[in-house]
């Protein structure tokens, strides 16, 4: 769900006329701090990070924390980075800035079945693109150009 999350974001941002967009940018915070944005705009220095876990079923709760890993942990974000000699370390962020959205994949991931009849019962994936696409466009019409 990644890549078609990060061609979203990457229209609806050029839409909104921001400019230098990259998809799967890593970002420098500081000295120590990293993080792999979905998509940023390096002239606007805004974007969006991707929380890719969920609970069971989506939530509605869901879209209005700032992420499941700070309900867990305290810390906004994390990153794993990951070294060639197998060892790992985590790069945790206390607090997130204001120029990065966490987008989260809880309350966006979609159910599905080979029986069309399910449809009238399950969040589809039309339904759920048009919600993430409507949700986008609120978190970047408060993003400064």
């Known amino acids: 769900m990644g890549q078609q999350v990060a061609k979203l974001l990457e229209e609806e ?24 944005s979905i998509c940023f ?18 939530e509605a ?15 906004d974000y994390a990153e794993k980075i990951v070294k060639l000699d197998g060892n790992s370390e985590f790069i945790k962020i206390k607090t997130i800035s204001n120029n990065f959205f966490i987008l989260k994949e809880d309350p966006y991931w979609y159910q599905f079945t080979d029986n069309p009849d399910d449809d009238n019962i399950l969040v589809t994936k039309n339904i759920i693109l048009e919600i993430l696409r409507n949700d986008i466009k609120k978190v970047i019409s408060n993003f400064k150009k």
């Open 13 to 36: 941002m050029k839409k909104a006329g921001f400019e230098w967009i990259s998809t799967f940018r890593i970002v420098q915070l500081s000295d120590t701090e990293y993080v792999n």
């Open 41 to 58: 705009s390096e002239k606007s220095k805004v974007g969006f990070l991707y929380e890719g876990s969920h609970n069971a079923f989506p």
């Open 61 to 75: 709760e869901g879209r209005s924390i700032k992420s499941m890993y700070k309900e867990i942990t305290g810390n």
